[in-house]
């Protein structure tokens, strides 16, 4: 009887320890998220720690161009707002054309079918999709946009990204200090660091030229659809280190923190915010974007940075449903892993529960 009475209870038990975790981890996010206020911010400068090394850099001024060249010798620019493409300029025989960011809204929300029937509607989504692209990302998707047979398929794509970076900053960043969208310095529990260095990261692609073939012995005239991709720091051509610059990396060892700033009333906060330990900083809170934040208006410096909802609501069903998801475990990551255990456990001790209850009900006898 006890063994019974023990093993129905493991289950309720495991639900309420998971489901009481699940809300103390996630509690002070909660509060700020439905009781705080809601603004809007700017991530202004991106901290990148390394955890093994205790070494960290400062990221800020970003300044980045996408562009790309067409079969038919059009030349394509994105305009950009830090990181956000805001349209896209077109020069085409000597006529320069603007597509607007309702416009580029647009395109991005067709389907690949639907991009297909307008050629130079897939090659801007191109552009705008390569700001959200480390290099890996871009070489796949340039050999397949080098594989088209369209006079607008692209045949040289091109991305640079400048950026200033405070190196190697010893111990923890505790503050970081903003004049303007300038930062000025990092701060240590040791001192002050100011000086920073300019770093260019570019990427170009292009498809092969025609080749030989040399069983035959002429040329077949067919392109090879694997692209070059070249990678430079500086100027200088480099395959190691991080997949871009300060977004992606190729370990888990590092934790970003993006340094937020916004408006509480008439105070100007800048404050250093957490996605944690990753190989990449999701695309809504990195250096350049406007991002929303919830602070506690009784303590500013109290704030953490949020979804945007309202634009998630906005987007095609699928892409919902799929921005819902994202959105909510990467903001309540461990709370929402516990509070589903802890549902899962409870919907199993529920059943077991029934089961010892009423015996002689069971699933063969119900469906009869």
Known sequence: MLRTAVKLLIAPVLAVICL???????????????????????????VKEHGVKGVSDVYFGMRA?????????????????????????????????????????????????????EPLAMTVALLADLLEANVQTMER???????????????????EEKVLIIRGIT????????????????????GVHTTADELAVTVTAEPHAPAEDSAAGNATGAVIRTCTVVRTLNGVAEEDGNADFISFEKTSDYTFWPVVVFRAGDISVTRITAVGRRLTVPPEYRLGVRTKVAYDPRDCDDAQLIPDFDKIRQLPPLMRFNSYIEAIFGLWLYPA????????????????????????VSPEHLHR
């Open 20 to 46: 009481a975790l699940g809300y103390a981890a996630g509690r002070h996010s909660f509060a700020l998220f439905f009781d705080g206020t809601h603004t809007s911010g700017r991530i202004v400068a991106m």
């Open 65 to 117: 161009v996408v562009r790309c060249r067409t079969a038919a010798g059009a030349e394509l620019a994105g305009q950009l707002d830090g990181a956000v493409m805001t349209g896209v300029v077109v020069t085409a025989d000597g006529t320069t054309t603007h597509i607007s960011r309702s416009e580029l809204e647009r395109i991005r929300g067709l389907s690949r079918k639907a991009l297909k029937a």
């Open 141 to 159: 998707r340039a050999e397949k946009e080098f594989d088209r047979t369209d006079d607008q398929r692209p045949v040289f794509i091109s991305k």
């Open 171 to 190: 111990g923890q960043v505790t503050a970081v200090c903003v004049e303007g969208n300038a930062v000025t310095a990092a701060v240590t529990a040791a």
């Open 337 to 360: 892993m516990l509070i589903t255990m802890g549902a899962i456990f409870g919907v199993a001790g529920l059943i077991l529960l029934s089961m010892a209850v009423w015996p002689g």
